[in-house]
């Protein structure tokens, strides 16, 4: 354990000690997320809106630039082309319904996120 002043792990049963002996699992455990561990008072899972933010822009990026690939931006064959991503290109009705919903996620993730920090 890193912090001086931290309890250190003090199985109590038998059996939990025999385990500690043979497998130091529950020690493991206690260290890194026991009661040693210094987090902050106010700390929730609002504050995986963050991270979720993060990964929605991502999905978001990535997606985007597959289907950037494969659209014609032509007012004549644009619908075509969307056409053609949907039927013809490998799992392309997927990249098109997780883009438009990952659009959806990122913005009510992100408004979650924001509300948080007020």
Do not use: C
Not at 44 to 64: C, D
Request: glycine share 8%; hydrophobic share 50%.
């Amino acid at each position: 354990m890193s912090f001086p002043w931290a309890k250190h792990y003090e199985p109590k049963q038998p059996l939990m000690r025999w385990l500690d002996e043979k497998l130091p699992l529950p020690r493991l455990v206690y260290n890194a997320v026991g009661a040693g561990y210094p987090v902050p008072r106010n700390l929730n899972y609002f504050w995986n809106f963050g991270v979720l933010a993060g990964l929605a822009l991502t999905l978001q990026i990535v997606t985007g630039i597959v289907l950037a690939m494969h659209y014609a931006a032509n007012a004549g064959i644009a619908f075509g082309s969307v056409e053609s991503i949907m039927r013809d290109v490998n799992a392309g009705w997927f990249l098109r319904y997780a883009h438009a919903n990952g659009a959806s996620m990122f913005l009510l993730v992100v408004y979650i996120h924001i509300a948080r920090g007020l």
